[in-house]
């Protein structure tokens, strides 16, 4: 029996986590829970897994919820998430909150030598460097939650795989991939939030519709394989049913294939290296499958190739880049700026910034926090 806490309950990888726990219920057992401000949710979860300890945002939630639930702990804010990284009882931290509100926890959970399976973003794309150093001094894994990370972690077949020699992941392209950059112009947020293969927030399947998404996975890839930018490709493939390669040394390559399902990744890391049923998802046909493997134009969307450069370049450049674009983003949604201007204003501020070398935690989130109050 592992325990486990999930940090990000309520969201989309939160909620599914709980539902692969629920299948393996004899495997897994969840301490704590942690979200936001979606206390109804919460309490469903609360009943049907019945945690120890539980955090929310603020204080209020928190002392509400203790009145009306007397035998757990009551935790809040990111003090509340560290106290729970500090935890002794648990084995696997399921990191599945966004932004950057984990990343201490993340580091804390390290410290206690817990496996930690990764979900959010954030976590490597901007402190990469520091959180994976910590990761290989205390000799913890931190498995991948991303469909992308998970294929080519399930390709290596173990971490350090000496033979590996490239990696390649795969991006569906998104909604614009036959669009030309006058049509793209004319875009709004309805045109970019269909995203044809993978159901997803909003802020991701905008960032599918830049390409942005699979720049900020070549720099997690980086990271969490050691491996040179050099030799992590980006391929385009429209069917989304490869979800990464990885490239050896004799020339074979191999493959993940299956349906767009999260559940696959989530349940892989929290039971790598076995594999169980679980939750078995719609079957999957090998006939009268197409599969295309197509060079991305770099041209067309050049916030990838932005992003990549800003991950070789490290430093705070990725953090800057994230900030930015995720200010972008949201303006875009909100409909406040065009699908075009969404890369102007990243290009400027990557342009404008000065990079720090081996920046400090500190130093990264006070770049965040320049960037989004200068731009929000
Ligand atoms: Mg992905």
């Known amino acids: 029996m592992k325990n486990i806490i999930i940090l990000g309950s309520t969201g989309s990888i939160g909620v599914q986590t709980l539902e692969v726990v629920e299948k393996l219920d ?49 935790l809040f804010g990111s003090n509340g998430l560290l106290e729970l990284a500090k935890l002794d009882e648990y084995d696997t931290l399921v990191v599945a909150t966004s932004g950057i509100v984990s990343v201490k926890a993340v580091l804390t959970a390290i410290e206690k030598k817990k496996t930690i399976a990764l979900a959010n973003k954030e976590t490597l794309v901007m402190a990469g460097d520091i959180v994976m150093k910590k990761a290989r ?125 999260m559940h696959i990744p989530i349940q892989y890391a929290l039971t790598y290296p076995e594999r169980y049923q679980g939750i078995k998802t719609n079957s999957f046909s090998i006939f009268n499958q197409k599969l295309e493997f197509l060079e991305p134009d770099y041209e067309k969307f050049p916030l990838l190739k932005l992003t990549i450069d800003c991950g070789k370049q490290g430093g705070v450049m990725p953090a800057v880049l994230n900030a930015a674009n995720e200010v972008a ?14 890369e102007k204003i990243v290009f400027d501020e990557v342009g404008k910034a000065n990079n720090i070398a081996n920046p400090t935690l500190e130093e990264i989130f006070e770049v965040d926090r320049l960037i989004r109050e200068k731009l929000g």
Not at 27 to 44: D, E, M, R, T
């Open 137 to 261: 001094e205390n000799n913890v894994s931190i498995l991948p939650i991303d469909s992308e990370h998970s294929a080519i972690l399930q390709c290596l077949n173990k971490i350090d795989n000496p033979n590996a020699q490239r990696l390649w992941i795969t991006a569906s392209g998104g909604p614009f991939r036959n669009n030309s950059r006058d049509e793209m112009e004319t875009f709004g947020a309805n045109e970019a939030l269909k995203h044809p293969r993978w159901m997803m927030g909003k802020k991701i399947t905008i960032d599918c519709a830049t390409l942005v998404n699979k720049g900020l996975e070549v720099i997690e890839a980086h990271h969490l394989y050691n491996f040179n930018y050099e030799n992590i490709k980006v391929v385009i493939h429209p069917q989304s049913i490869v979800h990464s390669l990885v490239e050896f040394v004799d020339g074979s390559f191999l493959a993940q294939m299956g349906v767009p399902s």
């Open 329 to 342: 983003v949201y303006k875009f949604i909100n409909n406040e700026i065009k699908f075009l201007d969404i």
């Open 26 to 74: 004899d495997k897994f057992s969840v301490l704590a829970l942690a979200c936001g401000a979606n206390i109804q949710l919460l309490k469903k979860q609360i009943e049907k897994f019945n945690p120890k300890f539980v955090c929310v945002s603020n204080e209020k939630d928190a002392l509400e919820l203790q009145k009306e639930y007397k035998n757990i702990n009551f």
